[in-house]
Structure formats: C-alpha cells, structure tokens
C-alpha cells in the first residue's frame, strides 16, 4: 500500500520560527493507525550511513477514490518520535508496528 506522510517540524534552537512540513511516500504492507509507528530508512547524502527515521501517525485519510493507477491509498499526518543513524550495511525497509 502507498501511503503520502505529511510530517511537521519545529525548529528547536529557534522555536518561533515557522515549522516546516515534508511530504513524502511510502509503501508499506498496510495503512497505518493512529499511535502506530511508521520507520523509513534513508541514504546519507554521503551515502556513507542510513538514518533511520520513527515517525509517530497521529491522523489517517483514507482515499476513497482511486482516478489515477499510481495514487496513493491514504494520507497520513505524524511527528518525528526519533532518528539515528546505522552502517551502510545496516538494512531496515519501511515497516510498521505498535
């Protein structure tokens, strides 16, 4: 299932400023519920790491319409819970759990 997570961030040195939302897709082996975890691995622009994001869904939108073959199956708001960082051979894929 393709899932779009819309995830705000706030800068913690300056926390007045505007925080900054990302939007990025996942596919994952099911549509996520609210308090579940979310984990995406990601290659450092060095591509010397992964870092491995825990994002915590706090919303879902099912989408109940499917126009187009390639649209994803739901929109999801969560919050970074927590990132680090891994070897290059340290595999994690995008998974689930409570």
Known sequence: M??????????????LDK?????????VSQIPKIG???????????????????????AVQFNASKELADSADAQVNAFLNHCWEGTSNFKVTNFLEQ
């Open 36 to 58: 579940e975890t979310i984990v995406v691995e990601r290659i450092s622009p060095q591509k010397q790491f992964v870092i491995i994001f825990e994002y915590i869904v706090t």
């Open 2 to 15: 393709k899932i779009i997570v819309y995830c705000k961030y706030f800068n913690f040195k300056n926390p």
């Open 19 to 27: 925080p900054k939302i990302e939007t990025f897709v996942v596919n």
